[in-house]
């Protein structure tokens, strides 16, 4: 079981409950059968330890995607259990080589497996749409009688009693939990550092971060532990892992996907809402998570829900694409690899015979502060009060966010004030898009509008650990509420990104990033991901999906292999 008992409520102190979690994480990892070797050194780039460690079933099957195993388990070609034991095993090494796990579940998991192969020699037909495949869950979401702390020491000892919401379709729908993924401290990080669980890292180059917050799905799917795994986004943290680690990530509108059953400070704050979403080795898999969902009808059960079908209906009807791009915020330009990217997808666009045009950044560095002045409007006292509580320290990351100079302590008066500059801007940014319209239908109706926005997911690939402090290019998109999904595209190669660039920066903000361009260089970056960023209009979910694979069918993304 996982439940805890060395806790600070029963008078241990923050060291010895992180030295229990992680000792009941080991303990899950030594219950892993045949057993997975210790690792005597970690390479920079952990991708190859897969081959070196498992057997070439196991490979096969955590390198296929959803969509190539839903019609084998769906028949019996490939048996639930079968597909579990490979991802408990890849899950495990993925564990010992990055630090992106708090618990495997392998009793769980294989006696979910075992009755779902039942269920199918029974009826001769699946569960449901995702029947055997495994999900990985970021540990902030409730699952029953697990520990459930949102990655605050203070919060071990909390036992939920039931499963959250997203979980409990997901089950209907087939799915097999397996492992549970670490999220930073305060969950409020483009980073994965906490005093529980310590600090995810790359799979890719392990001197970078995996991101964050949903760090621990990243890093597992990066090294192929995962295929599919659950994160949550207030200002980057499904896109931020899935660009980090060359993964698909889907931050839908607010209100589309379930989110009761989280687990968060400052619950019950509606200024900026957080959504949930998918993080997936396959476009495909994120468009069958969501669908799966959807036809659950969570609304039924989450009355803030919106009650939206999924639409299946051509957006493009053979037309072309008109894709904006956002080349630089304005305000932290982004790294050289990011830059040749965005100019190669553009280039294969336009080839194409896409229309392809630049969007004119509009007051990005307002919309930080808007936002950053609206995640914490207690002036975090909460967060610093939970970990006051426990006497665990401050991660640098948690001091940036946290104590930066837009955290205000708000009044009613103020609280308001501070709304209606978000909903200004909000309407600006609307108008703005609206201006692309190029006529008028016969009933008034805007034509030729933008269909995306094409920008990057932050101003580099994967951050040095510590260093992913600007936000802007994803919480964005957040204080619009736009859906958005992350793509990967290539690599950085020290061959062609090492040519040196003049560059004079803008701001504080601006210098940080770029001198660690300057300091590290492709070198210091080798191999990592890099992804781009497309983004659509509210509750134009399915529309920006098909967008994706229109763009990805036009251009032969990605233009490397990862694994």
Known sequence: MSVATVTTASG?????????????????????????????SIPLNTIPLAKEFLTEAEIKITESTVEELVPQLAIGKLSAVEVANAFLRRAGLAQKATNCVTELLPERALERAAYLDAY?????????PLHGIPISVKEHLAMKGLDHNGGFVAWVGKVPKEDALILQILWAAGAVFYVRSPQPQTLMHLETSGNLYGVTTNPYNTTLTSGGSSG???????FR???????????????????????????????????????????????????????????EGCKLFIKSIIAGQPWLREPSLLPLPWKEEDAYKGRKLKVAVLWDDGVVKPHPPVTRAMKKVVEELKAKGHEVVDWTPYKHDEAWAIIANLYFCDGAAEDLAIMKE??????????HILKNKHVQNHTMASLWKATQKRDAYRTAYANLWNSTATSRGPNGELQGMVDAILCPVGPGSA??????????????????????????????????DSAKVEYTPRNEDDKFNWDLWEKYGAEGYKDAPVSLQLVGRRYEDEKLIQTLEIVKEETGLPYVKYV
């Open 12 to 40: 241990a102190t923050w060291q010895e409950v992180a030295a229990d979690r992680q000792a009941h994480r080991a303990a899950t990892l030594a219950a892993i059968k045949p057993a997975l070797p210790d690792l005597t």
């Open 120 to 128: 199918l020699k029974e009826h001769g037909k699946p569960v449901g």
């Open 216 to 222: 621990g799905e990243g890093a597992l799917l990066g």
């Open 225 to 283: 532990g995962s295929i599919l795994g659950i994160g949550t986004d207030i200002g980057g943290s499904i896109r931020s892992p899935a660009a980090n680690n060359g993964v698909y990530g889907v931050k839908p509108t607010v209100g589309r996907l379930p989110i009761s059953g989280w687990l968060s400070a400052m619950a019950g704050s509606e200024h900026i809402l957080g959504t949930i979403g998918p993080l997936c080795t396959s476009l």
């Open 390 to 399: 426990s006497g665990e320290p401050l991660r640098p990351l948690s001091e």
């Open 463 to 496: 951050p040095k650990l510590d260093t992913s402090k600007w936000w802007g290019y994803t919480s964005q998109w957040n204080l619009l509420d736009y859906p958005a999904v992350v793509f990967p595209v290539d690599k950085v190669d020290p061959a062609k």
